[in-house]
């Protein structure tokens, strides 16, 4: 039990950066009006924030039937390093397109983390407390928000604030992030039996439960699987 709730605590991290990276932009933009001269460019202005957003309505219409081919974890992992990568590159940004790209790849990340943390909490959880679960990645995308704004708020008292700085600080959680989803993070035992891997599975669950049986919870994963097939196939004839 207290597996599952601390790999369910670990995934809402990538809630937590969504709404740190959603706060930190609503607070740097001012300086990057000043830097970029934007005042006359609202348009642009427009779409440097909204750059992120593009690229999670780009990355969750199709991170669902990717999750379903490779897997939960790889999509995991695969947000953690957009989150880092677009932090750095924010950091370093040396104009304004390359700062859209970075948007643009902090999107994907965004759109990986809303897309699979929410599913994968849900596969790993127990069910007696998969609700309670479920209202992590809400929870840690507010605290993120929270934190972030403070941050932003302690540097514009600065003598000299630097957008980049605000932007780039993202890069910091996100090894932990990456860390956690590399070294911690088990399959979801739900893929692994909807590909067969029966062994794998009943390993992740004995893991994530802290017991030896878990026969009764992997044979309800069975029978869901085949009431999903059974489903499609009648959909489809």
Do not use: H
């Not at 990568?85 to 948007?103: E, F, Q, T």
């Not at 403070?150 to 993202?170: A, K, N, Q, Y």
């Not at 029966?198 to 878990?214: I, N």
């Amino acid at each position: 039990m207290s597996g599952a709730v601390l790999v369910a605590v670990a995934a809402a991290i990538g809630s937590f950066l969504q709404g740190w990276d959603n706060a930190t932009i609503a607070g740097s933009i001012l300086y990057i009006k000043k830097e970029f001269n934007l005042e006359t460019q609202p348009t642009m202005e427009g779409l440097i924030v909204a750059m992120s957003l593009v690229g999670a309505v780009l990355m969750t219409t199709c991170s669902g039937a990717i999750a379903d081919w490779l897997g939960r974890r790889p999509l995991l992992i695969t947000s953690s390093v957009l989150y880092f990568v677009s932090g750095l590159v924010m950091l370093w940004s040396p104009n304004i397109y390359v700062l859209l790209l970075a948007r643009l790849l902090n999107g994907f990340g965004v759109g990986l983390a809303v897309t699979l943390v929410p599913i994968y909490i849900s596969e790993t959880a127990p069910p007696e407390i998969r609700g309670l679960l479920n209202t992590l990645p809400q929870f840690t995308g507010c605290v993120g928000m929270f934190f972030s704004y403070c941050m932003v708020f302690g540097m514009s008292l600065m003598s000299s604030p630097t957008w980049r700085l605000m932007l780039g600080v993202l890069s910091i959680p996100s090894i932990l992030y990456f860390i956690l989803t590399i070294f911690y993070f088990p399959e979801s035992p739900r893929w692994l039996v909807s590909k067969g891997r029966m062994l794998d599975a009943k390993r992740v669950l004995q893991r994530l439960r802290g017991q030896e049986d878990v026969s009764g919870e992997l044979m309800e994963f069975v029978c869901d699987f085949i009431c999903i097939i059974k489903f499609a196939k009648d959909i489809a004839t």
